[in-house]
């Protein structure tokens, strides 16, 4: 057996004939936080509600801290979890939400009161004790349902998407707090988002989900540089698909000149070559000849979307360059588009 604090083996899910988990394998260690993404009905949820006990596998197993919990009811699982609509009591008060759980295991009331007094400094809601539910923001109210669900000292923090339903200002400054609220207790931590910036952005490592299995394990910085299939590739991050034809196996062509192929092909077919905005350059020497079709202010940053004539025929390609090299660039100029060797990857081609 692993020692991983979370070890998952060939995890199966079936809802009547819809198979929602198929062969899941995964290891999380003591301290990670783990960020689960992908579409909706990818499985990311089910996966979460297996490992919770709120719904039940039907093949494979759940090991936390060496014990064996795949069947065992949510009572006797070591975890908390935060919901995306908070789930908060709206007759209790703030300070009432956060005790409720230390209550029901019988702490003393000295102990209750104090514990709670040290998760509302946490969480930054001292003033807000008094306070029901219905009189506190979305945010607010999110930080209630986290100290609710840390106030019993879990092994294990569960969090579904829990700030999808947070307008994007205080999402934003709230995953800052999670973050640094999870290393400062260096709890375990397991978040499903579809969210792709939250992945990136919180994650030490990322579990990409498709069809309910995992296609691709790592760090977000693996995740966005590295995909390890055009659905990932797609997916996380902004990212041109480009058909090129394959010289040889190590050459493609796709403006006047071949370009190296990161991976081998087949002579004669077609193959596209992904390749992020941001790697673009606007004047490449011997670059692909290309008009720039329109062009969006991103504030630090102008997103040029660009006509190429590429050897397939004419392809549109996204470029995202730091305003001030980019600032002179107007709809209907001409460019040459180029990028490092380094910043391509190869996929066979498939329906979009």
């Known amino acids: 057996m692993t020692h991983s604090y979370l070890h998952i083996e060939y995890l199966d899910k ?3 004939a819809f198979q929602a988990l198929r062969s899941i394998s995964l290891s999380i260690e003591k301290g990670e936080f783990i960020c689960f993404l992908g579409p909706s009905g990818c499985g990311k949820t089910t996966l979460l509600r297996a ?3 709120l719904d039940l596998a ?3 197993s759940i090991h936390q801290d060496g014990r064996n919990i795949t069947q065992l009811p949510p009572q006797q699982r070591d975890f908390g979890i935060v919901f995306q609509s908070y789930a908060l009591f709206p007759n209790l008060t703030v300070a009432q939400n956060i005790a409720f759980g230390l209550e029901n295991r019988g702490l003393p009331r000295e102990e209750v009161a104090l514990r709670v007094a040290e998760w509302l400094s946490l969480v930054g809601l001292s003033r807000e004790s008094h306070k029901y539910p219905s009189q506190i923001s979305g945010g607010q109210q999110q930080r209630v349902a986290l100290a609710r669900a840390l106030a019993l000292s879990p092994g294990l923090l ?5 700030l999808s339903a947070l307008d994007a200002l205080v999402r934003h400054h709230l995953r800052t707090e999670i973050r640094a609220l999870q290393q400062r207790l260096g709890i375990t931590t397991i978040m499903v988002t579809h ?4 992945a990136l952005t919180m994650a030490d490592r990322i579990v990409v989900m498709e069809q309910g299995q995992v296609v691709q394990v790592g760090t977000p910085s693996e995740i966005y540089h590295h995909p390890a299939s055009r659905f990932v590739a797609s997916f996380v991050g902004n990212m041109n698909f480009l058909e090129a034809l394959v010289l040889s196996e190590r050459e493609v062509r ?3 000149h071949p370009l190296p192929l990161p991976n081998q092909a087949r002579a004669g077919g077609c193959i596209e070559l992904a390749i992020r905005p941001e790697a673009i350059t606007l004047d490449a020497e011997g670059g692909i000849p290309a008009v720039i079709e329109q062009v969006e202010f991103l504030g630090a940053a102008l997103r040029l979307h660009c006509r190429a004539d590429t050897y397939c025929g004419p392809q549109r390609i996204t470029v995202q360059r730091p305003f001030d090299e980019a600032r002179h660039s107007r709809v209907g100029s001409r460019c040459h588009l180029g990028w ?3 910043a391509m990857q190869a996929f066979a081609q498939e329906a979009v």
Request: no cysteine.
């Open 158 to 162: 569960l969090l579904d998407e829990p």
């Open 14 to 16: 079936h809802f009547g």
């Open 254 to 256: 796709l403006g006047s």
């Open 195 to 198: 969210d792709q910036e939250e």
């Open 51 to 53: 490992i919770a006990g």
């Open 340 to 342: 490092p060797a380094s």
């Open 58 to 60: 039907d093949a494979g």
